[in-house]
């Protein structure tokens, strides 16, 4: 796969490269201080270099395109999606013929076919379907996600590839640095993160907007924007009517049409006007506006960063790039800090404080960890070692045998499930590939006050 | 191009998650009952994504567009496509060269199967393959044949893109787009940097799309019907907070010796802030809400600086019969807030959600968008009269554009942009960029340096670095020492800034022509959308330190 091609206009000496080269060989009073300029550098790039993309969408189309002309040659790429008709408007490796086909695939023969000296592999899997041996290949990976659980998969990924010294620093070979990008509408940002090292994506956990929710009684009984209206219709029509006898499917128009024709119904009824079918898909799908133009400038802030840290020509950018381009066009460029209570990458169990142990329900610390903006979990299992040194299963919601066996601790408190201050629980979550220790910590109010 | 007014029939349909109830007042006077499930078109559903964000409108005007590419460069090629994949009418490609091995390093839209042909054909063919729904053309000549031979090609374009020109042919052709009104969006991608030069004579924007729009509530100075309906209306737990709070204001005003309309300091909001606390229940969350609300809920509805450089803009004083319809509109705007509206701007009839039962917030919202409505008619009735005055049809101007007038006024901007060649004469504008004989910061510093570039490809005829990065330093220096003593400075550019520009040898990488092509692909599609500001006018990008300004040169 190292082999240099036969081909001459393919290989190092092409004249495809001269502007490249200017870059990579000729030394600069910018450059980073080690910084050699040689043509090994070009050679790293083309014949050495290993780079992962995850996500084949907008920011993912950008990223393969950009990597292979600022000379990148073995890209892998992941996307488990398939092209849709209003993926079209940015992603542009992708024809109306290509509906329905995968996105990794597809990008990646585009990219091959159109720029022969960058080899692109497609993955048309989830990012969970692979473990630490694959992504222990690569020199960096690139984030282009819409999904932040998928991104904190991947962060706790690769803070467990990180292996430690016995004095507890970090060994710098076991480092695989991420690059992520994200974007809505005509905003975006773009950051490096040296896992371990600067701040992660759980560090930074309150960047990310909370998800919009209506409370059910505004829904049920008091409506007053279309958007309950449609809610309303998701929520409690469809079951009770349930109107094709299968579950709600945001990508069947039949289903669609039929929730903007009840919605439009109940907004009538309350004299409610705005319902539009555009709305209606948008509330059901949880559409976010994306335009091809922000995708574009924050692939490229991504690439550029990839391109840095592979090659040594110019300083990382430290560490977070926001960008918005409403209002004229602005740039800022700020260093996350890393934090020091960060459950993924502070590597110490993380206090979990807890008022009174025999008021708080097993049900209360699982809502804990769910709404406060440092935990964010999704549906964590929670298992502990008790007294006796017996490993307990407290609460588990995936598997549906053990979440009747456990589902009666829910109402119990801390205090009658045995739980001890100080005591260590293993949470597991689909946010991370691994398990996370938490330590109970009780009188949390008390100790705050004194 | 299509008329604002045309295209405007489609606003009633379109929806925007940040202000969906900004459409409503639009549609508040339509009756007649939506039809059964209407799915979106095709072409709609392709753009949704974008749609959502400035609406059916936005997109009729981008499809009728057509914009000129000046030079198949990497960052006018990622201009283009990022104009050619939301659907922009047409585009034409402008280049006289043919396609070399060394353009393919950096070009997505040219490959080796072009080598010898026309860069222009090349890249109009693979940029059109983007997008059936564009029209793509070419032209196999350079920028300054058709300068001298076909000066009137670029007149009919909304729009020309240009990228890697020196600087004897900037001039030449930013003098003549300015001249016919074309406006121009200069690009320059070389090595880490990267700058944006917008060059327009005049441009209106009606939408701005404020990131944290306020909204204009009147509690100050309530009018008519809303006066009453807070009269008339008793406040309990379950009506909107912009009753409990109008209440409450009234006792906070009684206290107030000096007559204060409505708290405007951190003290004053304070104290209305406990006066309700003092009275509320537990549990009230119309209470809670009119607490919170006290820090925005006031001040909206006064004439913003912007809206009154509009009104005393000569354009809006003296209308023709070629006025654009925004003057005109102005102008009745301006005749509305003295003569009939205690100089307050028209309502905008936006109400935030509250919670509140929906009868009482749903009579409360009506209010405001009769209001919002009246006040619009009326502006749309002086339009009439001066439409007549100027011996123009009547539905030059409809209602559903004065609405939306009306109802975006606070946010109206007129832009007038200068000409590029005023930055190569003395002017007062760039004397601020200087500072103790030096370039005031390294960005300003770039932007100077890639112009000494320009003009380093006039004079010498090569580029600065082809050969080894050391040898033009030194002549680069001297041209841009003398051009910025022509300018009236004896500020000079770092060496290190020089070395560096000399380093790159000509160099276009692909990310930096991507973050610039991105950038100026939205700045072009804000100009035909007439949505959004755009950059005024010049835009500079780092990438060695992902730094960015705006200077206006």
């Given at each position: ?8 206009a ?6 495809r ?12 009073p ?33 990223l ?33 013929t ?14 091959n ?14 990012i ?24 904190r ?34 905003k975006?940002?773009a ?27 505004t ?8 958007e ?38 109940r ?12 709305l ?20 490229a ?6 391109f ?29 800090e890393?934090s ?28 804990l ?20 040194g017996k ?13 009747e ?10 205090g ?10 293993t ?18 109010n008390?100790v705050?006050?004194? | 191009?299509v ?8 606003a ?7 202000d ?16 059964k ?29 057509t ?16 104009l050619?994949?939301?659907?922009i ?24 199967s ?24 070419y032209?196999d ?11 009137n ?12 020109l020196n600087?004897?042919t ?11 009104n ?29 990131d944290?729009p ?39 005003q ?10 405007n ?16 229940k ?21 004439v913003?600086?912007a ?17 654009n ?52 008619d009326?502006?749309?009735?002086k339009?009439?009269?001066y ?70 490809l ?13 040898q ?5 220096k001297?041209i ?63 990438a ?10």
């Amino acid at each position: 796969m190292t082999v240099p091609s036969p081909n001459p206009a393919l290989g190092l000496h092409s004249k495809r490269w001269n502007g490249l080269r200017h870059i990579l060989e000729r030394e600069g009073p910018f450059c980073k201080d080690d910084f050699t300029a040689s043509a090994d550098n070009l050679d790293f790039l083309q014949t050495k270099s290993k780079v992962l993309i995850i996500g084949a969408g907008g920011l993912g189309c950008e990223l393969l395109k950009d990597l292979a002309l600022m000379g990148f040659g073995n890209l892998h790429v992941i996307d488990m999606d398939t092209i849709e008709l209003s993926n079209l408007n940015r992603q542009f490796l992708f024809r109306r013929t290509d509906i329905g086909a995968s996105k990794a695939e597809c990008a990646a023969r585009f990219i091959n076919g159109r720029v022969p000296t960058c080899r692109v592999t497609p993955h048309f899997k989830k990012i969970q379907d692979f473990d630490e041996s694959f992504y222990q290949q690569f020199h960096l990976i690139v984030c282009g996600l819409d999904s932040i659980v998928a991104r904190r998969w991947i962060n706790g990924m690769l803070l467990s590839m990180l292996r430690y010294e016995d004095d507890g620093t970090i060994d710098a070979s076991s480092i695989v640095p991420m690059i992520d990008g994200g974007t809505e509408g005509f905003k975006g940002n773009a950051r490096v993160i040296l896992p371990g090292f600067t701040a992660c994506i759980e560090c930074t956990l309150d960047l990310f907007p909370p998800q919009v929710n209506y409370p059910l009684c505004t829904i049920a009984n008091t409506p007053r924007l279309p958007e309950h209206c449609v809610e309303y219709v998701k929520l409690i029509q469809w079951d009770k009517e349930s109107p094709f006898g299968v579950p709600l499917d945001g990508d069947d128009p039949q289903h669609i049409g039929w929730i903007y024709e009840r919605a439009l119904e109940r907004a009538n009824e309350f004299n409610i006007s705005g319902i539009t079918y555009r709305l209606v898909q948008g509330v059901i799908k949880h559409i976010i506006p994306a335009v091809a133009s922000t995708n574009a400038v924050i692939a490229a802030a991504c690439a550029l960063e990839v391109f840095k840290m592979a090659t040594s020509c110019y300083d990382s950018m430290s560490n977070y790039l926001n960008f918005n381009d409403l209002d004229g066009i602005y740039t800022y460029t700020y260093e996350a800090e890393k934090s020091e209570g960060c459950l993924a990458c502070s590597n110490k169990p993380q206090l979990l404080p807890i008022g009174d142990a025999n008021t708080t329900t097993l049900e209360d610390v699982i809502k804990l960890l769910c709404e406060s903006p440092r935990f964010q979990l999704k549906s964590p299992a929670l298992t502990t070692v008790m007294k006796d040194g017996k490993q307990r299963t407290l609460y588990m919601s995936t598997v549906k045998s053990i979440e009747e066996a456990t589902r009666k601790n829910l109402t119990q408190s801390l205090g009658e499930l045995g739980l001890q201050d100080g005591q260590q629980l293993t949470v597991t979550d689909p946010t991370s590939p691994t398990a996370m220790t938490l330590q109970l910590k009780y009188h949390a109010n008390e100790v705050e006050m004194s | 191009m299509v008329a604002l007014e045309r295209v405007l029939e489609n606003a009633q349909s379109q929806y925007c998650p940040s202000d969906n109830k900004f459409t409503c007042i639009l549609s508040a006077k339509m009756s007649s009952p939506a039809p059964k499930s209407p799915e979106l078109s095709d072409k709609s559903k392709k753009y949704d994504r974008q749609i959502r964000l400035w609406g059916e409108h936005g997109q009729t005007l981008l499809e009728a567009a057509t914009v000129c590419l000046v030079n198949v460069t990497a960052v006018g090629c990622e201009t283009a496509k990022g104009l050619v994949l939301p659907g922009i009418g047409g585009f034409t490609v402008a280049d006289g060269s043919t396609v070399k091995e060394e353009d393919l390093g950096n070009n997505f839209f040219l490959d080796a199967s072009y080598i010898g042909k026309s860069k222009a054909l090349a890249c109009k063919q693979l940029l059109q393959e983007l997008n059936p729904d564009v029209n793509g053309d070419y032209v196999d000549e350079s920028v300054d044949y058709l300068l001298e031979n076909r000066p009137n090609f670029f007149d009919s374009f909304d729009l020309v893109i240009a990228s890697n020109l020196n600087e004897k042919t900037l001039l030449l052709l930013s003098n003549r787009l300015w001249e016919s009104n074309v406006p121009l969006l200069y690009c320059r991608s070389l090595g880490m940097m990267g700058t944006i030069r917008l060059q327009i004579r005049e441009h209106c924007i009606v939408e701005a799309h404020p990131d944290n729009p306020q909204f204009d509530l009147r509690l100050a100075q309530p009018f008519h019907a809303l006066q009453e309906h807070l009269n008339s209306t008793e406040v309990t737990s379950k009506v909107p907070w912009l009753l409990v709070l109008y209440k409450y204001l009234r006792i906070w005003q009684k206290e107030q010796p000096d007559g204060h309309k409505t708290p405007n300091n951190y003290k004053e909001k304070n104290q209305l802030r406990e006066v309700i606390r003092k009275e509320m229940k537990a549990d009230e969350e119309n209470h809670e809400e009119a607490i919170k609300a006290v820090n925005t809920a006031f001040g909206a509805g006064t004439v913003p600086s912007a809206l009154k450089a509009i009104f005393e803009d000569e354009a809006c004083e003296l209308l023709t019969k070629k006025s654009n319809i925004f003057w005109i509109m102005a102008k009745a705007l301006k005749s509305f807030l003295i003569h009939d509206n205690n100089g307050n701007l028209p309502l905008p009839g936006v109400l935030p959600d509250m919670t509140a039962n929906t009868d009482s917030y749903i009579a409360l919202q009506n209010i405001y968008r009769q209001q919002a409505l009246q006040d619009a008619d009326q502006v749309y009735h002086k339009c009439q009269d001066y439409l007549k005055q100027l011996s123009l049809p009547p539905d030059t101007i409809d209602e559903r554009s004065v609405r939306l007038f009306c109802r975006e006024a606070a946010g109206l901007t007129v832009m007038r942009g200068t000409r590029i060649a005023e930055e190569y004469e003395r002017n007062s504008r760039l004397l601020p960029l200087m500072e103790e004989n030096e370039v005031q910061d390294n960005l300003t510093a770039y932007n100077f340096a890639l112009r000494a570039y320009e003009r380093f490809l006039s004079e010498c005829g090569h580029i600065p670095g082809e050969c080894t990065a050391e040898q033009d330093i030194g002549r680069l220096k001297t041209i841009a020492g003398k051009m910025l003593g022509d300018l009236g400075t004896h500020a000079t550019i770092s060496d290190d800034v020089l070395h560096e520009i000399s380093r790159y040898g000509g160099a276009e990488l692909h990310a930096v022509s991507a973050f610039i092509g991105g950038c100026a692909a939205q700045e072009v599609i804000k100009i035909v959308t007439k949505q959004y500001k755009p950059i005024d006018n010049t835009f500079i990008y780092n990438a060695v330190s992902t730094e960015s300004v705006t200077l206006k040169l």
